[in-house]
């Protein structure tokens, strides 16, 4: 090669070399598109392995090796016939139905946040509880039979520093899933880097902050629909324990976490204690749609029975805690008398103790039971004694605490009273929250 030739030669390589270099990188691949494939198929793997969970609904396979687009399901043959029988069309409206196709839609709320904070894989596979807890509970605490659900993941970020978060989430709620007897059909994971954000963010690549929110299918059956208005005076009432925060109440945990430990979130991640305290906020919800289902008569392949209990009304305790959830299930003239309810979870009981430290965010012992559920994550109205006592005993099989917790009264105003376990430990009355 001649001096010439090597000079072009040399010229032309870094020149190229220098015009890679300024050359811009597709960034929206790099950042957005490569890793939310990456916890998408993770995703994807989940929903697959799961559509076997329940017996009542056949999925129908799409396109083969793409995770992407729609995907279609069947009810069972007896299931479909059930559902044709008697659904006749008068103008808009069904008449003499029997079996119908329900959904319901809910979010895991702020609750994701303090999984976040902890930054623990080991937190992280209790996640997906909330969603489930959230959508599938309030389709069987009216009767309904949970089946189906699907989910909507936005995430900040997904780096390899906080991957190993994001497949505890995938890795947890696929067990959920199992345990539940549900199928998750289908599910997005969207990256938005300037949308998704939480109080205790650091801008750090290792913190996984997500919002997370999903629908359940279910099926109803007429006769089977569990609305409160059966409900009379002197009929038991049974408390679902809960070992956590179930949520609700999450502005106020946050706010308190600020106000004691903050208010920057540097003094929070350097405090002991305060991690302890957020650590008990990261215990994941009490799952009770598999009980109620199994009491009010429903089979696994979405057939039925005779209920097991008879149960008039059921309040699945969220936002707006006892007064508001179960207060507004309540026929007129009817009040109820909660008199052994159990010992709030030490994570509320903690909050009420800390929020006395601090004007304006002190919770007494009548907005303690408007805020958290108090104990209970769901109250069951049973018709008799027995029956309360058999839904104790099938809570148990799935290994859940219930216990009688009250009985409802005649009120013309539907007085609720409640023997606190809280903080002041004296008798409440909805009547109060008038003053």
């Known amino acids: 090669m001649s001096r010439r030739d090597l000079k072009e030669s040399l010229f032309l390589f870094f020149h190229f070399q220098k015009r890679e270099r300024t050359m811009p990188k597709d960034f929206y691949t790099q950042e957005i598109v490569d890793p939310n494939d990456r ?54 409206e069904p008449t003499n139905w029997q079996v119908a196709q329900s959904v319901e839609n809910d979010g895991a709320g702020g609750k994701p946040q303090f999984f976040t904070l902890i930054g623990d894989p080991t937190v992280f596979m209790g996640l997906g509880w909330e969603i489930i807890c959230m959508v599938a509970e309030d389709l069987s605490r009216s009767g309904r039979f949970p089946v189906i659900i699907d989910n909507v993941l936005d995430v900040k970020t997904v780096t390899e520093e906080n991957f190993h978060l994001v497949q505890a989430l995938f890795n947890g709620f696929e067990e959920a899933l199992h345990i539940a007897g549900l199928i998750n059909i289908t599910g997005e994971t969207a990256i ?39 409900i009379k005076p002197g009929m038991p009432i049974v408390g679902f324990k809960e070992n956590g925060y179930r949520c609700n109440g999450g502005t106020l945990h946050t706010k308190l976490i600020l106000a004691h430990w903050g208010p920057e979130i540097e003094n929070v991640l350097g405090n002991k204690d305060a991690l302890d305290f957020v650590r008990k906020l990261t215990v994941h919800s009490v799952y009770y749609g598999k009980t109620i289902a199994r ?120 007085e609720i009273l409640i023997q606190s376990r809280f903080k002041e430990n004296r008798l409440l009355s909805s009547r109060e929250l008038e003053k």
């Open 192 to 230: 938005m880097q300037h949308s998704v954000t939480a109080f205790c963010d650091v801008h750090s690549p290792r913190q996984l902050i997500v919002n997370w929110s999903a629908s359940c299918i279910g099926l109803c059956r007429r006769d089977r629909l569990i609305d409160g208005s059966k």
């Open 295 to 414: 009491a009010n008569g429903w089979n696994p392949d979405g057939s039925a029975q005779n209920p097991i209990v008879n149960m008039a009304g059921i309040a699945h305790i969220t936002g707006g805690g006892v007064w508001k959830k179960f207060g507004e299930m309540l026929p007129d003239g009817i009040g109820a008398k909660l008199d052994t309810m159990p010992k709030p979870p030490d994570v509320l009981l903690e909050a009420q103790e800390i929020s006395w430290n601090h004007e304006g965010l002190k919770l007494p012992d009548l907005r303690a039971y408007g805020t958290f559920h108090g104990g209970c994550g769901m109250l069951v109205v049973c018709e008799t004694e027995k029956d309360a006592e058999t839904l104790i005993e099938e809570a148990a099989k799935d290994g859940i605490r219930a216990q009688r917790v009250g009985q409802t009264i005649e009120s013309g105003i539907g």
């Open 39 to 92: 916890a998408s198929q993770l995703g994807r793997d989940v929903c697959v392995r799961s559509y076997r969970n329940s017996p009542a609904a056949i999925i129908i396979p799409h396109q083969p090796g793409n995770f992407r687009g729609p995907v279609s399901f069947l009810w069972t043959k007896k299931i479909l016939r059930e559902m044709l029988e008697g659904a006749e069309l008068n103008g808009a």
